[in-house]
């Protein structure tokens, strides 16, 4: 395969992980609902770090910290997207 190949190929994964990306921030919004409906705060470490045992547990030895690297983040962005709901939607019932 060239490299043009190679690349249509990464541009098809990147696609479907947008579109995963977009459906996982739609979920986190709900859960930030849920969470405030419930007085939950949004870090809940213990899961996120039963979350990065699982993905750890998923990959190839040599991809486990590059993973879970990603997940931190991805669970990074899905907090401060909860705490942007939750701060929005509070301005609004104030």
């Not at 405030?36 to 770090?49: G, M, N, S, T």
């Not at 547990?57 to 590059?66: I, M, S």
């Given at each position: 395969m060239d490299l043009q190949g190679y690349r249509r190929k990464i541009d098809r994964i990147d696609g479907e992980m947008t579109r995963l990306f977009a459906e996982r921030m739609a979920l986190a919004e709900q859960i930030a609902a849920y969470?405030?409906?419930?007085?939950?705060?949004?870090?809940?470490?213990?899961?996120?770090?039963?979350?990065?045992?699982?993905?750890?547990?998923?990959?190839?030895?040599?991809?486990?910290?590059?993973?879970?690297?990603?997940?931190r983040h991805l669970f990074e962005l899905s907090r401060e997207w909860q705490e942007h709901i939750l701060h929005e939607?509070?301005?609004e019932e104030a």
């Open positions: 969470k405030k409906a419930h007085d939950l705060p949004v870090y809940d470490a213990e899961r996120e770090e039963e979350k990065l045992a699982e993905i750890r547990d998923k990959l190839p030895d040599e991809l486990k910290e590059y993973g879970a690297s990603l997940y939607r509070g301005d």
